[in-house]
DNA sequence: CACACAAAGAGAATGTGATTTCCGAACGCG
DNA sequence: CGCGTTCGGAAATCACATTCTCTTTGTGTG
């Protein structure tokens, strides 16, 4: 969030002024905690992108940030929360990407279906090749998704939500161009993305680790046919 | 292990002739060590049920076995291991039970019906009040399945595979009878498995966290209609 | 300019668990 | 009876998260 996105000019790289002038009109103080918070999500991100997984020390982070274990503890309530934001910033990250991407298709079905296998891409895809955007393979991510889900329920909710409405306002758009009726849009959403975000246990499972291409269409297959009987 | 099933009489608490007979002939040694690998599953079991999660120690395993810390890491490369082999232990009993439940049922798509609805409640059910058998909720192992997925991805297979193999079964014997057709049952087995297992996810994600009811007939059409449309 | 002070870094101290190690008692066997 | 293996008990070690203490630095004020 420190830094404008690529569509627009990017002043906060050259402007002085513009340091200075915010720095001093919104509390300073303020903007100056933003930026140290910032620090510690990106090098968390990069943390997590390099060992693909969630097994880095809180000092990895500190030290990566260049900042102190006490800043850290005065910002987070721990490492959990840390990963919470990130996780939220990256479900968020995520559906921002997505949404852009469905623009340029039209037709209601079709951008349910490039919903699921672009977020299915993004899900299996090794971590360490990161994913176009700011946000992470959910891969890397799983297991403390479903810790969260264990222990905050709510949290889990609302870090999901990004995700989730844009998944419901495309079933709802599909049901009013007449091509799905759906009896309860919202579970049916939750349905296709714990399909295709978990996919993958059945990946592995299922043997044939490989073929991922193949799979990406197979599982909207199999997802298509959930929605389309469910009427 | 350690006592044979309800069905069958119960030697091993009344006959010592039998303990002696067998603690001599086979090598002694083994069925002793044994016996003690036993207790530590055992007791893992029980506190994984008592507290509905993995948060307990390896002592608290240690005391609750009345063994000693030496003895558990001479069976055990570690933790890791342990609830790896209870894992395992808890899908084959999980297979073991669902095929004893499907016995009753000739008819090939009830009976995956039947499989699915099943594996679902056990997924769901809180985990102190544990499912009917042996075998533990999904839903306690949820996290250490993923992050197993993550690491071992050769030992995640096989311990899955009671179950997957159940059910490709129940998908092979539906395509013979003509009910089903399917271009891979592997995969599609690994897909169900995989939408029953996780539903956690959906169940929290998609709000009306009590309505669970309903909501096995639900995932069924999921499912239902998933399979029905590969042909 | 010197001082008070909040912000921020360095890193030692603490606490919880997992994992290892050491020591001595109990047991099976010649 | 004495020897070697097995195993419990408990202390030692390690890795990390989390806290605490002390020092430095930047800033505004008299």
Partial sequence: MTNADAHAPDFSSRAPWRDRAVARSLDGARSRAEERVQRFLDATVELI????????????????????????YQFFDGKHHLLLAVYEGSMHAASVTLAETLASESDPMERIRLFVTTLYKWSVADPIEAPPAAHLAVRSMADFLLGLLATDREQARSASAPLFDLLCDLLEEAAQAGALTLANPRRTAALILQTTMFNAYSMIVGGDPEAHEASAEEMWGFILGGIASSR
């Fill in 49 to 72: 992108r390099e060992n693909g997984g969630l097994d880095f020390t809180v000092q990895d982070v500190v030290a990566r940030s260049n900042q102190s274990l006490r800043s850290f």
